[in-house]
């Protein structure tokens, strides 16, 4: 795995972040927050679990500082998860910025939720990190068909193909 690798999983989630956020942009206040099912029960409770991880395996990995975890009820609108999102891309793509490949064979220590000590190479927990977002993201377009709602298809295949006819015009 090189830094390159995990730079297009995170713009790959970048870019899908984005096509659902398009979507649920034409969601009522109601159906942001309503709970519809799914393992967090609203879209705006799924996308800041997902914005939550996110900067926590940063943070663990030696990234931008998160500090506690961040609480659904602060993020009344998908404009102020889309804000800070932006602002831990920022983050996190400086952060990567600054690996070169070896970095990724640094073992990183962190306790799990179980109070356990864990501990991994940085490059298997940035590519969960990204990976952890590819799973919600599913859930999240599920919920969003639940509010009769299409997303289209979000699938890396797409992303791809779109990047590579972008860099061929």
Do not use: K
Request: proline residues 2%; contains cysteine; aromatic residues 8%.
């Amino acid at each position: 795995m090189t830094v390159g690798d995990v730079r297009r999983l995170f713009d790959y989630g970048y870019w899908a972040n984005g096509r659902l956020f398009e979507v649920m942009s034409q969601l009522s206040a109601d159906e942001f927050t309503r709970r519809v099912g799914g393992s967090y029960g609203s879209l705006r409770d799924a996308l800041v679990h997902m914005l939550n991880a996110e900067w926590g395996w940063l943070d663990r990995c030696g990234g931008h500082r998160r500090g506690q975890a961040l609480d659904p009820a602060s993020f009344p609108t998908l404009e102020s998860i889309a804000a800070t999102w932006r602002t831990v891309e920022g983050h996190l793509r400086a952060f990567l910025s600054g690996l070169a490949d070896s970095d990724l064979a640094r073992e990183v220590e962190f306790t799990n939720p179980r109070g356990e000590r864990r501990s991994m190479a940085m490059g298997e927990l940035l590519q969960h990190a990204a990976n952890h977002g590819v799973h919600h993201r599913g859930q999240v377009t599920l919920l969003l068909r639940m509010l009769g709602r299409t997303p289209g298809n979000i699938d890396l295949l797409i992303f791809d193909v779109e990047r590579r006819a972008a860099r061929q015009e």
